[in-house]
């Protein structure tokens, strides 16, 4: 199916690896203008295509891997490529963006997405070349970790073609094939980590995809696209954040601001502050160990590093790794925390849940819920607990469960840190309220980004208030709303840092930048007005946003800011939308106990998250009912009335299914809720 859109390769391909059957998926340039691509586009596949009985680890369940427009166009950090799926460690749709290159080659390869069912007898391998679908016999690299498996398939593809051929790769490790639950899906030297993507592909039997060709992405005003992204790499190398403190630390570079800010994750969330956090963090790392700085490909911003451990150069650690198995674990030894960064990315498990979960066992033995042999502090045979939870051996067959699994098993509810069973990753939300509620809310699970990443404003790169709730939801639902869209597209959501003018990072004292942090709180009925009315911002804005004009010259769909944040609102919904699909209500947008009950100061009940009178504001603003189901009228109001399932949702707020009232205590909510 062709489109009449640039940017697209217009092909969405639906393989059925259980037949080895290979059709077209329909996908229209209707939805193309309404879903735009990446998670938007996925959460329409599943949306369509899951029914409230599909289990992630079924042959009904699917794997969709997309890519958005600006992927392939040249624009700045735009080589993104989603994976979405029924989710084994949340049992409600996750979603994961990931840079590297694999997002490049499936465009090259003349495809916009992968939609893909059923289950392999045996393992295999798809190549994707130039629109066909290769089906492969992996079984002699099943059981490698993902670096030799990576090396195994250049080198396949280098024998059967007589040359190195330059492709993407998609692969799973050891975790993967014996679907840990949060085990992750590995390209290049980049992880798409988040929700158990790694587990379905490898429950499908799948070991790796790869995608070559030599197909161009043709956009629709070739000459406004590349003026804009030579404008726009400049805005960015220019820009505090993005110019600056990301290339030259990393995220590792937030840790000291964190710790400043009584913000990082310490022992399990029991406090925001390590006392060793100068051996763990950003700075140290760049001084002792960093070799180089790399990104993904069309990225000024270059955020990942390469470090040297045993003299060999491995992958550095992002800001959670370092974090939760620094702080998380008290654990002061920075060598040791990039050993096991790279372990785990070669095993294919993800790092945030890895890490919390493990902390969370912690404190169970600590607290004599669970004889494990764990403990804070000790951290000698790590690297076998690693091993162990990826082939599932003695407590790592457990472990691989992730917290909430645990927490049901042993108690302890209250400091397993997740949400709808995705644990957090290293930003104590005490100390940041609104990232409280992202994290609460987040359709995901407890993502900061999905979120809405309210704690950059709450300390990371401007001081508005992070202890008030004021204006924080609707602020939340603007994030959500606008990164939403940036993923969709195929972008970076790191080019988001770029949103707030330079001056207002660099000159914190300035009366202009306080007067701004001052006023974010007051103006949450501002923003609940544009949230409601989008099509009132009917205007692109310059230099700070370029997205919406960048779609606009990409694709040639009529594209101004209020159109790109409806469209992420749309997408918002839609995933919220599913998720009600999958009993998702608003007792499951909640936090462990210790960050709403227990204040981080002893004392100051100002330093707890204030849940539930943030998610009342938040239902509000979105137009979801307080139960957090989106309402009929709001469906209709996205444009997402077409939907199947809306006529069944009409349907059953008719018979008086879904009530429009809080409801009650929630069981994350515990004290605070009442
Ligand atoms: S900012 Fe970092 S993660 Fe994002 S595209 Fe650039 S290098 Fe990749």
């Known amino acids: 199916m062709s489109t009449k859109y640039g940017g697209y390769m217009g092909k969405v391909l639906k393989i ?30 599943l949306g369509d295509n899951l029914t409230s009985q599909t289990k992630p680890f079924s042959a009904e369940n699917l794997l969709v891997i997309t890519t958005g427009p600006l992927t392939g166009t040249g ?13 084994p460690q949340t049992k409600i749709i996750t979603s994961s963006n990931c840079g590297g290159n694999f997002g490049y080659y499936l465009k090259k390869a003349g495809l916009d997405g992968l939609v893909i069912e059923g289950r392999s007898e045996t393992p295999l391998w798809l190549h994707i070349r130039n629109g066909e679908v290769v089906f492969n016999d992996a079984a002699d690299m099943w059981g490698l970790k993902t670096g030799p498996a990576q090396k195994a398939l250049d080198e396949r593809l280098a024998a059967e073609n007589g040359k190195p051929v330059k492709n993407g790769k998609l692969v799973i490790g050891p975790a993967g094939e014996n679907q840990v639950l949060y085990s992750a899906i590995i390209s290049n030297e980049r992880v798409a980590g988040r929700g158990g993507t790694g587990a379905v592909m490898g429950w499908k039997n799948i070991k790796a995809i790869t995608a070559s060709g030599n197909q161009q992405v043709r956009v629709a005003e070739p000459e406004k696209m590349k003026a804009l992204n030579k404008k726009w790499f400049k805005y ?35 406090y925001g502050r390590y006392d060793d956090f100068e051996l763990v963090n950003g700075e140290t790392l760049a001084e002792k160990y960093n070799i180089v700085n790399k990104g993904c490909l069309t990225c000024p911003i270059k955020c990942a590093r390469t470090v040297e451990v045993d003299g060999k150069p491995v992958k550095g650690p992002e800001l959670e790794t370092l974090g939760l198995l620094g702080g998380g674990i008290l654990n002061n030894d920075l060598e040791a925390i990039l050993k096991w960064n790279y372990e785990l990315d070669e095993l294919g498990m993800d790092t945030i849940s890895t890490a919390s979960t493990l902390a969370y066992a912690m404190e169970a033995r600590e607290k004599g819920l669970w004889d494990n042999g764990l403990a804070f502090g000790e951290t000698e045979d790590i690297s076998k607990i690693w091993e ?19 927490a049901e098993k042993y108690g302890g509810k209250e400091f397993a840190i997740n949400a709808k069973g995705l644990e957090l990753a290293a930003y104590e939300p005490r100390r940041a309220v609104g990232l409280g509620l992202g994290y609460a809310v987040s359709n995901r699970g407890g993502c900061h980004l999905n979120g809405g990443y309210m704690i950059l404003l709450e300390g990371l790169s401007m001081n508005v208030d992070p202890q008030t709730p004021h204006g924080k939801p609707d602020m939340t639902v603007m994030f959500q709303d606008l990164m939403e869209m940036v993923s969709a597209a195929g972008q970076c959501l790191f080019t988001t840092y770029a949103f707030f003018p330079p001056p207002l990072i660099s000159k914190p004292h300035a009366w202009y930048t306080r007067a701004f942090c001052k006023a974010v709180p007051v103006i949450g009925p501002v923003l609940r007005l544009l949230n409601k009315f989008p099509g009132m911002l009917c205007f692109n804005i310059p230099v700070v946003f370029n997205q919406s004009k960048a779609l606009k010259y990409a694709t040639g769909m009529p594209m101004n800011f209020g159109k790109f944040f409806k469209a992420g609102k749309r997408s918002y919904t839609l995933e919220r939308h599913i998720n009600t699909r999958f009993g998702i209500r608003r007792k499951d947008d909640s936090l462990p106990a210790r960050l709403t009950d227990v204040p981080q100061i002893e004392g100051d009940e100002k330093t707890r998250v204030p849940l539930e009178r943030m998610k009342t504001v938040y239902y509000h603003a979105r137009g979801w009912t307080q139960d957090a189901v989106p309402t009929p009228r709001t469906l209709k109001k996205l444009g997402l009335a077409g939907l199947a399932s809306y006529k069944e949702t009409c349907e059953a707020f008719r018979r008086g299914e879904f009530q429009d009232k809080p409801a009650g205590r929630s069981a994350g909510a515990g004290k605070e809720g009442a």
């Open 388 to 406: 162990d939870i990826a082939y599932r051996r003695g407590i790592g067959d457990e472990l691989a469960n992730g917290s909430r699994w645990l």
């Open 236 to 270: 960015l190398r220019s820009h505090p954040l993005t110019g600056d403190q990301l290339p030259r630390l990393g995220t590792a570079g937030l840790v000291s601001t964190m710790q400043m800010n009584g913000q990082l994750s310490t022992k399990n969330y029991n």
């Open 16 to 45: 059925n690896v259980s037949t080895r059957e290979v059709t077209e998926y329909p996908w229209s340039d209707e939805e193309r203008r309404l879903f735009i691509g990446g998670k938007s586009m996925a959460a329409k596949i």
């Open 75 to 87: 624009a700045p950090s735009s080589s993104r490529f989603n994976v979405s799926t029924l989710s």
